[in-house]
């Protein structure tokens, strides 16, 4: 069965730095979606990639997708406070079911 | 514009009680169904979901059951909680696919505490 894994788990970051999240996904797909949850809350749609080479922007989020890698890479560019959340990738199976595979979810915690 | 609603948003039930957690979706017709749950601090566990009336597909062998009495109603039910039935429940929908998962949205939840 598909696997999807994250890392890192945690992730605590000064103001203004860079960094990166990582998707790895075990078994062929094509599609793979980027979800936030803040602390108590739902999860809210960031980014949905569909082919490979795909790139999103939005803000200071920046989601690829490597499909032949099975890595999908979430690049956070002068990190601020307002980013602080649970960052999970899904992934879709392809063909096989209409269930999306949830990592495990990045906990990134931004201090001044 | 599509949206999703859960009800209640918070439930706190003795142990043994029974549960019925309602979700239902505005604005788009024969949506997939999702049921969810997440434990404190942890990541998501798909618990049932629907891809039509009266079709469910159960993930986790639990104490809980599913149903989808209408198009866009999906009810999570328990005739007995037990402790560990605590958590975060949401609830998501997504457009048909057919070969494939399609992006899902998210309903607020419904965050249930047995005691």
């Known amino acids: 069965e598909l696997k999807v894994e994250q890392n890192p788990l945690f992730l605590s970051m000064q103001e203004g730095k860079n960094y990166t999240i990582y998707c790895n996904y075990s078994t062929t797909s094509d599609r793979l979606y980027w979800y936030r949850q803040d602390p108590g809350k739902s999860l809210e749609s960031l980014f949905v990639?569909?082919?490979?080479?795909a790139v999103k922007q939005e803000g200071r989020l920046m989601a690829s997708l490597d499909t032949k890698a099975r890595l999908s890479t979430l690049h956070i560019t002068a990190a601020v406070h307002d980013l602080s959340a649970t960052y999970f990738c899904?992934?879709?199976?392809?063909?096989?079911?209409?269930?999306?595979?949830f990592g495990t979810g990045t906990r990134l915690q931004v201090f001044p | 514009s599509q949206t999703i609603h859960q009800w209640p948003a918070t439930l706190v039930q003795p142990v043994g009680s029974p549960l019925s957690l309602e979700c239902t979706v505005e604005g788009t017709s024969n949506p997939n169904l999702y049921w969810y749950r997440q434990a404190a601090g942890r990541g998501l566990q798909l618990l049932f979901y629907s891809v039509g009336i009266g079709q469910i597909s159960s993930e986790v062998p639990q104490n809980l059951s599913a149903s989808r009495p209408q198009d866009r109603q999906f009810i999570l039910s328990s005739k007995k909680l037990l402790l560990s039935d605590s958590g975060f429940y949401l609830c998501a929908w997504s457009r048909a696919r057919g070969g494939g998962a399609d992006e899902q949205f998210f309903g607020p939840g419904t965050r249930l505490t047995v005691l």
């Open positions: 899904a992934v879709d199976q392809m063909y096989n079911t209409d269930k999306l595979i």
């Open positions: 990639l569909l082919s490979n080479g």
